[in-house]
């Protein structure tokens, strides 16, 4: 079992900037992927950044260029540094940590968070 703790939403101003943190403990020997999701309000939860072992990332298109995700693999801690936010960037963001089997791109088993919410409003 992996245990999974996300920190750092509140509420933000429109062009604001936010930093998300998750640490991980527990069997944490064989994950290989980290990532950032999220569901928006009437909306399908949503990859908004993933990095793995290897240190590849990923970004949805709506996030590219003002989000980075980040990694410190000694505390198993991964961050996601939000900038310029927008009300569209409102939802609940959810940690996740995957095995993933990179020959086939399928995932053998993943942990989840409980999520901290984000909201961006004036």
């Known amino acids: 079992q992996v245990q999974l703790v996300e920190s750092g939403g509140t509420l933000v101003q429109p062009g604001g900037s936010l930093r998300l943190s998750c640490a991980a403990s527990g069997s944490i020997a064989s994950i290989n992927v980290m990532g950032w999701y999220r569901q928006g309000p009437g909306k399908q939860r949503e990859l908004v950044a993933e990095l793995s072992s290897g240190g590849t990332t990923t970004y949805a298109d709506s996030v590219k260029g003002r989000f980075t995700i980040s990694g410190y693999s000694g505390k198993n801690t991964v961050y996601l540094q939000m900038n310029s936010l927008k009300p569209e960037d409102t939802a609940v963001y959810y940690c996740?940590?995957?095995?993933?089997?990179?020959?086939?791109?399928?995932?053998?088993?993943?942990?989840w968070g409980q999520g901290t919410q984000v909201t961006v409003s004036s």
């Open positions: 996740n940590a995957q095995k993933r089997i990179t020959i086939l791109g399928s995932v053998a088993y993943q942990y």
